[in-house]
């Protein structure tokens, strides 16, 4: 079983940035595509970014520019620098991991981090 603990929410200003972390732990696993999800209040969850083991990045369009996605393959560990906050990003946001052993593959959430930007 795969584990994911995530870490670095918190309370910022608009325009101010936070960073979130997620760790990916689990033995035999070999660790895949990493990403950063949202859902705000009364909102589906979306897709924020996205980074495979290569490296490969996707954004949602509502990030970019302001938002950046990487890992550290070594620690199966991924972040989200998060820059440029507006009080639209403020939602509770979820690592997601995608992992593999004998060949399957696995979807993990994490427990959620909450995010708030007040204006």
């Known amino acids: 079983q795969v584990q994911v603990v995530e870490s670095g929410g918190g309370l910022v200003q608009a325009g101010g940035s936070l960073r979130l972390s997620c760790a990916a732990s689990?033995?035999?696993?070999?660790?895949?595509?990493m990403g950063w999800y949202r859902q705000a209040p009364g909102k589906q969850r979306e897709l924020v970014a996205a980074i495979t083991r290569g490296g490969n990045t996707n954004y949602a369009d509502s990030v970019k520019g302001r938002f950046s996605i990487s890992r550290d393959n070594a620690k199966n560990t991924v972040y989200l620098q998060m820059n440029s906050l507006k009080p639209e990003d403020t939602a509770v946001y979820y690592c997601n991991v995608v992992a593999y052993l004998d060949g399957l593959g696995y979807e993990t959430w994490g427990q959620g981090t909450q995010v708030t930007v007040s204006s």
């Open positions: 689990g033995s035999k696993f070999s660790i895949g595509a």
